[in-house]
């Protein structure tokens, strides 16, 4: 996670703007601050009423007015009911924005390729955009509200008592808010840093245990829980002693604001006490000074947990607004437009790629498959076949070159239609932890029933599901581990067939399925996609014999290309294939 750690609070600011201070929302801030300014106005006005009481009580002990004896309960209650009403609206705010936030993060980090979830990680990216939708709350919560609550009753304690006393003490209570807000400043930067370095940690250690469980099976096939668990241990244990160094920066910025509220609260207390001693001052107002003094000190001790979630929140926030500010590296062009009903002709044009300029994979290479025609793409491990299925889909950029659809570039066309037009079994099948009948229906979500069961039978899944006491409502686990391999790869089969695209794409289709099985998903899918165009990627050769035209690749480039016979008559690379597997059919 190092090049998403630095998060900063400019990204941060920007994240609140954008979900808080937007149509919709802005009447219900509005109405949060009118709240809070209420209840801090009578958060204020409660000590009033205490002074009359107890001055009354000196006075007068058998005869205090009854509005004096129920004031303060009275508006203290009612400044509480406020509280807990704006809290509810509060919520009501922050659980909106974080479902936006978090929604729209999930979404650009989605458009943001392979190689970048490659890079971060499955887990890294799901705590990063767990952390900075919890950060989005936790900055609203103490920037929009507990801050403004907080710094209005000061403000107000601290003007009360500089009118009905004297500014002198009111300036104590500024004072004392100056000295919280210079404490917390001085903090600031080194517990910003150790929470950027907490984050960063807490990816990692998330990462190795998620590593660790997917591997579940190779974890007890090498007897290496052990192993694994202390790899697990010393990254927590890593984790842990910086999280304890914040704990104590947080702990030592609290006893220096206590220091502050004892030495302010000392003072006034001394000078309050001369002045009653002196009769220039009632005891009343010798309680009220406290009970106000003691209000602002315990908002401001209140405030100690809030900057701390601040803070976190900020950092949180930050740094998943540094990947939001991140650009897709493929996005639709500015006049992208649709490929509509297409017949599906299939060109590269001298396309050459390279994941990097140390080792190339594709070099020139040139073909078209004609609409409704099949071409097959083979050869050794490493020569660039799944390469070009991820190139027609355009999960990677060519870096010369052009690739089209009907004669139309892709680079001109958006996105969404590309991959409706293109259809992709791949190698390695991903299924959710989900339904069957939903892990099908991912290839169309709006098929009905009898659509997905038609697909279901093309891809030799139906008997199967009906020997199944849930039928299509079997949860098949996490990553479909519940299923054999041959299973998950008729799963993504049916996907393919439920959805019915223009250009198929089958890289390795077959390759988890028994002989017999393999034949029959064979003349399936010759059925489905009977008319429409095919690129097959595939090492077992046995799987291409009908192919319209063979390419084999070696070292990026095509070396020979043919149908299946011409390609065993020019005796090259393809029939030294052949006749290797056929030595090795297994």
Not at 203 to 220: C, E, G, H, W, Y
Not at 254 to 282: D, F, K, P, Y
Not at 290 to 301: D, G, H, I
Not at 539 to 561: F, K, N, P, Q
Request: cysteine-free.
């Amino acid at each position: 996670m190092a090049s998403v750690a630095a998060g900063h609070d400019g990204g941060a600011l920007r994240a609140l703007r954008a979900n808080i201070w937007i149509a919709g929302v802005r009447g219900r801030l509005a109405l949060l601050f009118a709240m809070t300014f209420v209840s801090a106005s009578l958060a204020a006005a409660g000590p009033l009423f205490m002074r009359h009481l107890v001055d009354a009580l000196g006075a007068h002990p058998l005869a205090v007015p009854l509005v004096l004896t129920i004031g303060y309960p009275l508006t203290r209650m009612t400044g509480l009911w406020i509280i807990q009403a704006r809290v509810i609206l509060m919520a009501w705010v922050m659980e909106g924005a974080k479902a936006r936030y978090a929604a729209g993060a999930l979404a650009h980090v989605l458009r943001l390729g392979r190689d970048f979830r490659l890079e971060q990680g499955a887990a890294g990216l799901a705590r990063l955009i767990e952390r900075g939708a919890t950060g989005l709350e936790a900055s609203i919560r103490s920037t929009q509200v507990a801050l403004f609550q907080v710094g209005l009753e000061a403000l107000f304690s601290g003007l009360v008592l500089a009118r009905v006393i004297g500014p002198g003490f009111g300036l104590v209570v500024l004072a004392v808010m100056a000295g919280y807000a210079a404490v917390a400043i001085a903090f600031t930067r080194r517990q910003v840093k150790l929470r950027r370095e907490v984050n960063v940690r807490d990816s990692a250690s998330n990462r190795r245990l998620l590593d660790t469980l997917s591997n579940f099976d190779a974890v007890q096939a090498f007897d290496a829980a052990a192993h694994e668990t202390a790899r697990y241990g010393a990254a927590r244990a890593t984790q842990a002693a910086l999280a304890v160094r914040v704990q104590a920066a947080n702990s030592l910025m609290n006893m220096a604001w206590q220091a502050i509220e004892a030495t302010a609260l000392a003072g006034v207390i001394t000078l309050a006490a001369h002045e009653v001693l002196a009769h220039r001052m009632s005891v009343g107002t010798l309680v009220m000074i406290q009970v106000y003094l003691m209000q602002v000190f315990a908002n401001m001790a209140g405030l100690g947990v809030v900057y701390a979630d601040a803070r976190q929140g900020f950092v949180d926030l930050g740094q998943l607004q540094t990947v939001l500010d991140r650009p897709p590296p493929i996005a639709d062009a500015p006049r992208a437009r649709p490929l509509i009903a297409p017949r599906g002709e299939v060109t590269f044009e001298h396309v050459s790629f390279a994941y990097d300029a140390a080792r190339p994979i594709l070099a020139d290479v040139s073909f078209t498959v004609p609409a409704g025609r099949s071409l097959a793409i083979v050869g050794a491990t490493g020569a660039g076949k799944t390469t070009i299925g991820h190139l027609l889909l355009r999960l990677h950029e060519p870096d010369a070159g052009v690739i089209r659809i009907d004669g139309v570039n892709l680079r001109d066309v958006t996105l969404a239609s590309l991959r409706a037009t293109v259809g992709f079994v791949p190698q390695d099948t991903q299924l959710f932890d989900d339904t069957l009948g939903y892990n099908i229906r991912y290839g169309r979500p709006d098929a009905s029933e009898a659509e997905v069961a038609d697909a279901a039978r093309h891809a030799q899944l139906a008997d199967f599901i009906a020997a199944l006491p849930a039928g299509y409502h079997t949860l098949i686990g996490e990553r479909g581990l519940k299923l054999s391999g041959g299973e998950r790869q008729r799963i993504a089969i049916a996907r393919l067939a439920l959805k019915r695209p223009r250009v198929f794409l089958f890289d390795e289709a077959t390759a988890a399925l028994d002989s017999i099985t393999e034949r029959a998903v064979q003349r399936a899918l010759a059925e489905v996609a009977a008319g429409h165009t095919r690129l097959i990627i595939a090492h077992r050769l046995s799987t291409v014999v009908d192919a319209d035209e063979i390419l084999v690749l070696a070292g990026g480039h095509v070396v020979e290309r043919g149908d299946h016979a011409s390609l065993l008559v020019l005796g090259g690379r393809y029939a030294a294939l052949w006749a290797q597997q056929a030595a090795n059919p297994g």
